[in-house]
C-alpha cells in the first residue's frame, strides 16, 4: 500500500502564479557563457520573486495629466535624510559552481527556494521541461546545494516531493542519484518515522544506487527500533519497501527482531503488514523461529478471529511450507470449531483462504478432512448452517466452486435441494444458486424438479 505525493502534483497551469520557465528564452542578464543556463533563469525568476520592490505598488505618484505644470521640486538639502520604506537587499548570485569558472547559487537561497510553495514549483517545472545537458547542469547544481540540508528538506512539505520527482527523473546521472542517496545516510531512524521524509526513503530504494548503498545502514541506524518502526504510522511502510527491495540476507535483521515479539507484531494495524511482507519475500533462519511462534495451538486461535492476525495466516496459507498449511488447516478439521469459525468475520477469510489454496495443493487427506466437516451427513451441516450467514455464504460458494469427485458433488446438490426455497428468498442465497448453476448447469435444475 503505497500513497502520498507525487512528483507531478504541483500547479503548473497557465493560471498558476507561478509559471514555467521557459526553455527557450534566455535572460537577458546570462549572456555569460560561464552562467548555466537552467540556473539564469531560475535565478532570475526566484528573484524577482523574492526580492521586494523599493516603492510599495499602489504608493507611486501619478504622471502629470498633459497641459499641467509638473509637481515642485524641493532641494534635496531642503527633505533632509530619508528613511528606506524596507531594508536594503543583499546582492543575490544565483549561478552554481560546477567548475572553477562558473558562478555558484548560495546554499541557502536553493534551500530557501525549495522550501517555499513558489520555489519548489519553479525548480520542480525545471526538471520536467529541461532535458539533455541543460537538465545535467541544473541537477548537477540543485543536488550541490541543498545536499548538506538534505534531511531538514526531505521532511519538508514542499521539498520533499521534489526530492522524489528527482530521483525518479530516468535522466539522472546514477553518480548524482548515489550522492543524494548517501546524503540520506545518519538520519534514516528520523526519515522512516517521518511523514514527509518516509516517501524519499521509499523512492531511494526503488533505485539500485539505494539498495546497493543503504543495506547496511538500516541495519545499524535500525538496530533496537524494528519493534517500533514497524508499529509507526509512516515507517511500517520503509520497511515493507526494504523487504520487497532489499535482497533478503540484507532484511534479516527485521526478522531477527521481530522474531521475539511475533504475536505482538501479528496482532498490531501496521506490524501485521511487515509480517506479511517477510512471509512473503524472506525465508531466513529467523523467519522459521519467527512463524513457529505463530503457529502455536493457543496464538493460532487468538490469530484466526483478530481483525489483523487473520492477514498473517492468509499470508502464511499462500506462501507458506505444506507443513505450515497443515498446522493451519487441522483448526477447520472439527465440525464444531469449523461453524463457530465460518460465521466469524475475519475468521470466514481464513477459511476461504483454506480451502481455496488446498484446492491446488497436494495435501487431498487434509482437504477431505476440511470438506467432510463441512458437508456432513444427513440433513444437518455446517454448509447448510452457513449458507444464509452474511460470513458463511462466501464459505459455501467456495466449496461448490472447488468441489471435486462424484460423492462431493451429490452431496452438495443434495444440500442444495433441500434448501433451493429458502436461498431464493435472500440476497446471499440467489448468490450461492447463481455459483451453483455454473458449477452443476442441467444437473442442478433436474434434481430441483424431481
Known amino acids: 500500500m503505497k500513497a502520498g505525493y507525487h512528483a507531478g502534483q504541483f500547479d503548473l497551469s497557465p493560471s498558476s502564479p507561478m509559471k514555467v520557465l521557459d526553455p527557450h528564452c534566455k535572460p537577458s542578464y546570462a549572456a555569460d557563457s560561464s552562467l548555466s543556463f537552467a540556473s539564469a533563469q531560475l535565478s532570475e525568476c526566484l528573484q524577482r520573486c523574492l526580492t521586494p520592490q523599493s516603492v510599495p505598488p499602489g504608493l507611486a505618484l501619478p504622471a502629470a495629466p498633459p497641459g499641467l505644470p ?33 558562478a ?30 541543460h537538465l545535467d547542469a541544473f541537477c548537477f547544481e540543485l543536488v550541490s546545494n541543498f545536499l548538506s540540508d538534505l534531511c531538514r528538506l526531505s521532511c519538508d512539505a514542499f521539498a520533499g516531493p521534489v526530492l522524489c520527482q528527482l530521483l ?51 541495519k545499524e541506524e535500525l538496530k533496537g527500533k524494528v519493534l517500533s518502526c514497524s508499529q509507526h504510522l509512516h515507517g511500517n511502510f520503509v520497511l515493507q519497501k526494504c523487504v ?43 523467519m522459521a523461529e519467527l512463524t513457529e511462534k505463530l503457529l502455536r495451538p493457543d496464538n493460532l486461535e487468538r490469530l484466526v478471529t483478530d481483525a489483523y492476525g487473520h492477514n498473517v495466516l492468509r499470508a502464511l496459507l499462500v506462501h507458506g511450507s505444506e507443513d505450515q498449511l497443515r498446522r493451519i488447516v487441522a483448526l477447520f478439521a472439527e465440525e464444531g470449531k469449523l461453524l463457530v469459525y465460518a460465521r466469524n468475520r475475519h475468521a470466514s477469510l481464513v477459511v476461504d483462504q483454506c480451502l481455496e ?33 452474511r460470513f458463511g455464504n462466501y464459505i459455501v460458494q467456495r466449496a461448490i466452486a472447488g468441489c471435486r469427485g462424484g460423492e462431493e458433488e451429490r452431496r452438495i446438490v443434495e444440500l442444495l435441494t433441500l434448501l433451493g426455497p429458502r436461498l431464493r428468498r435472500t440476497a446471499n442465497g440467489r448468490h450461492i444458486m447463481c455459483a451453483a448453476r455454473r458449477r452443476f448447469g442441467s444437473e442442478l435444475l433436474a434434481a430441483q424438479r424431481s
Open 70 to 102: 509638473a509637481p515642485l521640486a524641493l532641494p534635496a538639502a531642503a527633505l533632509g535624510p530619508l528613511t528606506p520604506l524596507l531594508p536594503p537587499m543583499p546582492e543575490v548570485d544565483m549561478g552554481v559552481e560546477s567548475s572553477p569558472e562558473t
Open 104 to 133: 555558484e547559487m548560495p546554499a541557502d537561497k536553493m534551500t530557501s527556494a525549495l522550501r517555499s510553495k513558489e520555489g519548489a514549483e519553479l525548480i520542480a517545472g525545471q526538471l520536467s521541461c529541461l532535458s539533455g545537458l
Open 168 to 218: 525518479q527523473l530516468p535522466q539522472l546521472s546514477p553518480k548524482l542519484r548515489r550522492r543524494v542517496v548517501m546524503g540520506l545516510k545518519g538520519s534514516l531512524l528520523k526519515l522512516t518515522r517521518d511523514k514527509r521524509g518516509c516517501w524519499v526513503l521509499q523512492q531511494a530504494l526503488e533505485c539500485s544506487e539505494g539498495v546497493a548503498e543503504l543495506q547496511d545502514a538500516f
Open 244 to 286: 520487497e527491495a532489499l535482497p533478503p540476507t540484507a532484511v534479516a535483521f527485521i526478522a531477527a527482531e521481530l522474531k521475539n515479539h511475533a504475536l505482538v507484531a501479528a496482532l498490531d494495524v501496521y506490524s501485521c503488514r511487515v509480517l506479511q511482507r517477510l512471509i512473503e519475500h524472506s525465508h531466513s533462519p529467523h
Open 357 to 389: 489454496t488446498l484446492s491446488s495443493s497436494n495435501l487431498q487427506v487434509e482437504r477431505g478432512a476440511v470438506m467432510a466437516a463441512l458437508l456432513g451427513e444427513g440433513s444437518t451441516s455446517v454448509f447448510s448452517l452457513i449458507a444464509l450467514d
